[in-house]
């Protein structure tokens, strides 16, 4: 008996210690990003790329998108989040998109600025950069910044640009399970979002 109970309080010790590392180091907290965005001396570029790498390790959320209040993210967060910290608020741009277009955006129940899904559905972004004029179609000269569009269903964001015409890309999907850079991949002409970052 007491040695049963000596393997319970172990196997509790291990999970909560497993459970205070996974919460520690691959989920998001919204005061990292907030601690790159106050920094002084850095361009909105840098802010962006800063906050984009810090999201790296992150746990991707196989919900769809429903765990970010614990820290996982889906795929438009990675772009959506290094924004932020350039003072660029992507979800408050699209509402007031939204508002002028709204016919332009798919018209199922709930793709609208009031659910939290809607800045955060790939569709809707590309959407939205494309009304901004944005949007860059089969862009050939890809930026550090940009938001690369796979499709409508998937999106990424360029970290740096080398002189071969690699360059280095971040994104989380199911199956990196974490947020993770590709380094040096060969740039493939694809749509691009751009926010002039100076």
Same mark, same amino acid.
């Given at each position: ?23 520690? +180091? ?12 106050? /920094?002084?001396?850095?361009? &909105?570029?840098?802010?962006?790329? &800063?906050? /984009? ?30 924004? &932020? ?9 699209? /509402? ?11 018209? +199922? ?12 559905? =790939?569709?809707? &972004?590309?959407?939205? +950069? ?27 964001? =360029? ?28 740039? =493939? ?5 751009? +926010?002039?970052?100076?």
């Amino acid at each position: 008996m007491f040695r049963g109970f000596r393997w319970l309080v172990i196997l509790v010790i291990l999970l909560s210690t497993a459970g205070f590392y996974v919460w520690s +180091f691959h989920t998001f907290h919204p005061a990292r990003p907030g601690v790159i965005a106050a /920094a002084t001396g850095l361009s &909105q570029e840098e802010r962006v790329i &800063q906050v /984009a790498k810090n999201l790296q390790g992150i746990l991707y959320d196989y919900s769809g998108g429903r765990l970010l209040k614990f820290g996982l993210l889906v795929c438009t967060d990675v772009p959506r989040l290094s924004y &932020q910290a350039a003072g660029i608020d992507i979800g408050h741009l699209m /509402a007031a998109d939204y508002k002028k277009h709204p016919d332009h955006y798919a018209g +199922f129940a709930g793709n609208n600025p009031s659910t939290s899904y809607f800045a955060r559905r =790939v569709e809707n &972004q590309k959407v939205f +950069f494309s009304d901004t004029g944005r949007l860059i179609r089969n862009c050939t000269a890809p930026e550090p910044g940009d938001s690369v569009f796979y499709g409508t269903s998937h999106i990424t964001m =360029v970290l740096a640009v080398y002189p071969d015409h690699t360059y280095d890309e971040i994104e989380t999907a199911p199956e990196t399970l974490f947020v993770t850079v590709h380094y040096h991949k060969a740039w =493939v002409p694809r749509d691009v979002g751009r +926010f002039s970052l100076s």
